[in-house]
């Protein structure tokens, strides 16, 4: 499931390269800022992000420093992935997951939209994101947890 996230969000990144140049082509060479397509970039950036996170997660992929992890024995290793997934990954996705839960109703309750002049009306739509990176990682670590102890 995973894969699938993360190669579904992985293909918006020529329609974010699309929509960064226009925002720059139509700044710098014909003197007109676009609000709307500045935010929808931002918008295809935060899906990139957070849909990917728990792909790169399960390709191994994430940022691990790794001064003794590297030459340490598999079962030092599977100990330390296995700490790191239940006493660090998932009491970060559980706070994420609850504090976002209010943020994001809270910003639907009101249709956010943004503040800038000429922004986009869906700012609601675009906090909603946020609850799909607990989820990506989430199923990342269970598969994680799942691998090491199979």
């Known amino acids: 499931m995973n894969d699938f996230f993360g190669r579904f969000f992985a293909r918006l990144l020529p329609v974010l390269l699309l929509l960064v140049m226009i925002v720059v082509v139509s700044r710098y060479f014909f003197g007109m800022g676009r609000a709307d397509i500045q935010e929808l970039a931002l ?27 590297r030459n340490a024995s598999p079962q030092y290793q599977k100990m330390v ?40 009306s869906t700012v609601f739509i675009q906090k909603s994101f946020i609850f799909l990176f607990p989820m990506v990682l989430g199923i990342a670590g269970l598969k994680e947890l799942h691998k090491l102890w199979k």
């Open 81 to 120: 992935n296995s700490f790191g997934v239940v006493f660090l990954l998932a009491p970060m996705l559980g706070v994420i997951g609850y504090y976002s839960i209010d943020f994001i109703s809270a910003s639907w309750a009101v249709k956010e939209i943004s503040t800038e002049p000429g922004g986009l």
């Open 43 to 69: 918008y295809v950036h935060a899906l990139i992000f957070l849909g990917c996170a728990g792909w790169a997660y399960s390709q191994d992929e994430h940022v691990r420093v790794d001064i003794f992890y």
